[in-house]
């Protein structure tokens, strides 16, 4: 307090100016002490005051977001699942991306508002501010360099939840894992793995993301039949174990669109590959190829056709060779002219005899004959 002399008094005269001067103090200055009191008081009662009329907007926000569009819910259809990019969205999945929202826009206004309320509070109270945002603009760029790639998680993690690329339960690929969400956060997704491993994926690694929960999925089943099959009539029965099949529960809400058969996929020398394709719930397009496959094998058992046509082995083929061989023989044509002794060819071809020894040179003990 300048102007006052803090010396302890020792006279009686002394302590009479000490609480005049004391007493003429407070009188100058309490003025200022109230005002600073009531600007503080104001400055805490406008924050909160604020904050709280946000909140609460922020609050009717969501509302609003999650409450269903007139009409949409009297709508009959089937294509009740999650077709963000036909404007129908599931509400439960709504109500998740928008409480995650406002969980986040909550917190920002909180943060700014209550942030500076206490920066106006450190001015009345004559705090000089200035050397205060220098070091905490210094610490924000420091931070800022350490930490930026907690910013760069943070930032993509609101996006994706403001852009809903994906939510809780959805099947996605990331590139580096895939499987179902268990968790969105600001910074990490966390996804369980086909094995029941969990994955902990940072948002601002996930270059591309492949959500095959929104929209539907494509059930492609390949029948393989004999190469000697009416494919007319296979068509035919095919169509009607499909449509059997999706009359039936819970097929009946898996199958959104009939099955077609788009024709011929391969030809092979013992069988035929037919491509059929439906429409189906996002995600359920294997349980709907699976149960379609049992019920076409039934089918083909039940009607005689074959999966694939019978083909001789080599063991086969040498076994017809070797029955075939003697009525070859029996039926064979002609003998060559080599056959026959008397022929030039069967003359020339034969050995030449050995010259005969005249009677003179005959041996020692030869008989002659008169």
């Not at 006279?11 to 109230?34: I, R």
């Not at 569009?69 to 599931?90: H, I, K, Q, Y």
């Not at 429409?279 to 359920?284: C, M």
């Not at 076994?319 to 064979?332: G, I, R």
């Amino acid at each position: 307090m300048p102007g006052l002399d803090l010396r302890i008094p020792t006279s009686a005269d002394e302590v009479t100016s000490s609480t005049k001067e004391a007493a003429g103090w407070l009188d100058a200055h309490w003025q200022e002490w109230v005002a600073g009191g009531i600007r503080i008081v104001f400055i805490v009662v406008l924050a909160l005051v604020l904050r709280a009329m946000v909140r609460k907007l922020i609050t009717q926000l969501i509302g609003r977001m999650t409450k269903p569009a007139e009409g949409e819910a009297a709508e009959p259809s089937r294509l009740g699942g999650l077709l963000a990019n036909t404007g129908v969205v599931n509400p439960e999945r709504r109500q998740q991306r928008s409480e995650a929202i406002g969980s986040v826009l909550r917190s920002v206004a909180s943060f700014t508002i209550l942030g500076t309320a206490a920066l106006m509070v450190l001015s009345a109270l004559g705090v000089n501010l200035a050397p205060l945002l220098a070091s905490a603009g210094v610490a924000g760029v420091a931070i800022g360099f350490g930490a930026r790639n907690l910013v760069t998680d943070f930032l993509s993690g609101v996006f994706m939840i403001m852009e809903d690329q994906y939510g809780v339960g959805d099947e996605i690929d990331t590139g580096v894992a895939t499987g179902t969400v268990l968790e969105v956060g600001l910074r990490v997704t966390k996804l369980r793995g086909a094995n029941g491993e969990i994955w902990y994926i940072r948002n601002g690694e996930v270059k591309r993301i492949a959500n095959m929960s929104q929209g539907w999925s494509t059930a492609s089943v390949d029948v393989q039949v004999g190469y000697k099959e009416d494919l007319v009539r296979v068509e035919a029965l095919i169509l009607e174990t499909a449509e059997a099949l999706s009359k039936e529960s819970p097929y009946d809400e898996l199958i959104w669109a009939p099955f077609s058969v788009l024709g011929v996929e391969s030809v092979a020398a013992d069988s035929v590959v037919l491509r059929l394709e439906a429409r189906t719930a996002p995600g359920r397009s294997a349980l709907v190829g699976r149960g379609l496959r049992q019920r076409l094998k039934a089918a083909f058992d039940l009607a005689g056709i074959k999966l694939k046509e019978e083909v001789p082995t080599a063991a086969a083929a040498a076994t017809a060779a070797a029955a075939v061989a003697p009525v070859l023989v029996a039926d064979a044509g002609p003998p060559s002219a080599l056959a026959d002794p008397a022929s030039p060819r069967s003359l020339a071809a034969a050995p030449i005899p050995a010259p005969a020894r005249p009677a003179d040179e005959a041996g020692p003990g030869s008989l002659k004959t008169t």
